[in-house]
């Protein structure tokens, strides 16, 4: 959650929304924003050391996403990046509920 919350809030222009949701079978946690959205393809963004730009280097390891990615792969879920229709990005945090 740390790291989806990060990046929104680096990224947004005005608005970030914060969504959790809890069935029978899964909870889902999504952060959206309303910045430029992402600009590469979910793999290159959640593989170890990817940087959107040489800037952030000074700042920012690139582990963020792929630790994300792996958190929850490792408790049965997965991690879902898109862009959202009115522009902006969206990251949600999947995972299956254990009885």
Known sequence: MENLLSNALRYARERIEVKVSLTTARLRVSVSDDGSGFQEDAEKITRAFHQ?????????????????????EKHGGKL??????AGGAAVTAVFRRIK
């Open 52 to 72: 959107k730009n040489v800037k952030d280097s000074l700042t920012h390891t690139g582990m963020g996403m792929y630790i994300s990615r792996l958190y929850c």
């Open 80 to 85: 879902l990046l898109e862009n959202n229709e």
